[in-house]
């Protein structure tokens, strides 16, 4: 049980110390003193520093995940629930280094304009399914429901669209209230495809001296801040739904919850369109 | 001579080549590990094992590389190669495709991936 509390505590570390970096980045500014490969702008060697970086983390987290997830899957002997429960915590921490790692390399492409996909014709509806079939709910007592139609195709890369579902359902669970609910629902409508995803709000703290006037105001503007940079994960979602040339936003409050909208024009829209400035600007 | 498939597993991680390797025999292959691309590429034509599993970033020649060669000799020009990288851009994907491999796999992979793809290539149970 040592090794497993040993192994989370370095998770956390890595995460930790991932979030430094990119706050140190994101505040240095001027010329770089030193050049990688090719880089002319702070944005360009950010960009750069950051393939490398990502590079190097998932090689390690390929050997973490890959044994945590044969341990869970039992081929290295059975487990007690206590244990299956600490593995599974763990495996939860790795998952969310290489979703930071991630979503670091997304907003640094974004910013330094490299960010572009080779978009295809995809139905988004099996990949809304997913992400609410997958949502990570084993230790949290929330539920998901759906409401979606049978199809809905736009042009976006698949393994990007995947991935931005699964991580705003996750974010959804994640941030629900316990015992609370989850909603993703998807509609067409005016060439665009809309898809929702609502959580259900989380009780206010109760804080001596603070006024619940004060309190809900910081968490309301908390929430109108969160698709404008107040967190990575909404920042590379963001990213990705402006390369596939739709948008991103945030509405709610602390008591009702918090619903993110995604709308990305639809296979047949005429506004739809590469950004120009994207458009086979894929740095590699 | 066992009628198992042999497959050949390239990575200077030693850690990655152990957990490949594990799964790869929870899936009845034999498991033939080596740590940079050249002895991969001398493995490969010696043996004609029925996959190699080729990591991109290997010393001495890397995963295309040895790919590309792999297609150039009529030894091994149709031997089925997976690809492992630990890049997150798009570009390595087509740069596998290019040199020729069947398919490849983003480190940090499941293990039901790996095994979904190995199967795939080999038609090897479990």
């Known amino acids: 049980m040592s090794e497993l509390k040993r192994l989370e505590d370095e998770v956390q570390e890595q995460i930790e110390a991932l979030e430094r970096l990119r706050e140190r980045l994101a505040s240095a ?7 990688i490969a090719g880089a002319t702008s702070h944005a360009d060697l950010e960009g750069e520093f950051l393939e490398l970086l990502s590079h190097e983390v998932r090689t390690p987290l390929t050997s973490t995940i890959g044994y ?40 640094a492409r974004s910013e330094a304009g490299w960010l572009s996909f080779a978009p295809q014709m995809v139905d988004l509806v099996p990949i809304v399914a997913e992400a609410a079939e997958i949502a990570d709910t084993s230790t949290v007592d929330v539920s998901v429901d759906t409401d979606l139609p049978s199809a809905v195709e736009v042009p976006a890369d698949p393994d990007a669209l995947r991935h931005l579902m699964i991580s705003l359902v996750g974010r959804a669970v994640r941030q629900a209230r316990p015992g609370g609910e989850v909603e993703v629902r998807l509609t ?30 910081r968490e309301a503007r908390a929430v109108a801040d969160a698709v404008e940079g107040g967190g990575l994960e909404l920042a590379s979602a963001k990213a990705v739904v402006e390369a596939f040339g739709g948008r991103l936003w945030g509405a709610g409050d602390p008591y009702d919850g918090t619903r993110l909208s995604v709308e990305i024009p639809t296979a047949d829209s005429e506004e739809w369109s590469v950004p120009a400035n994207r458009a086979g600007a894929d740095h590699e | 001579m066992s009628d198992r498939p042999t497959v050949l597993v390239a990575d200077d991680d030693a850690d990655i080549c152990e957990l490949v390797a594990f799964r790869l025999r929870r899936m009845s292959c034999e498991a033939v590990v080596v740590n940079d691309g050249a002895e991969a590429l001398r493995m490969a034509t010696e043996l004609r094992p029925d996959l190699a599993i080729l990591d991109v970033m290997m010393p001495e020649h890397d995963g295309f590389e040895v790919t590309r060669r792999l297609r150039a000799q009529d030894r091994t020009a149709d031997l089925p190669v997976l690809l492992l ?40 149970d479990r």
């Open chain 1, 68 to 107: 945590l997830d044969l341990m869970l899957a039992g081929d290295a002997g059975e487990l007690t629930g206590e244990q299956q429960h600490c593995v599974a915590v763990a495996r939860r921490g790795a998952s969310r280094v290489l979703q930071l790692i991630t979503d670091l390399v997304v907003v």
């Open chain 1, 29 to 35: 500014g001027g010329e770089p003193r030193t050049a």
């Open chain 2, 85 to 124: 990288t630990a890049r997150s851009s798009d570009s390595d994907v087509e740069e596998a495709f290019a040199a020729g491999a069947n398919d490849y796999v983003r480190k940090p992979f499941s293990p039901q991936e790996l095994t979904a793809r190995v199967r795939a290539l080999v038609g090897a």
């Open chain 1, 188 to 217: 067409r409508t005016g060439g665009q495809a809309l898809t929702e995803i609502e959580h259900s709000g989380r009780p206010l703290p109760h804080s001596e001296g603070a006024a619940l006037s004060d309190i809900m105001a």
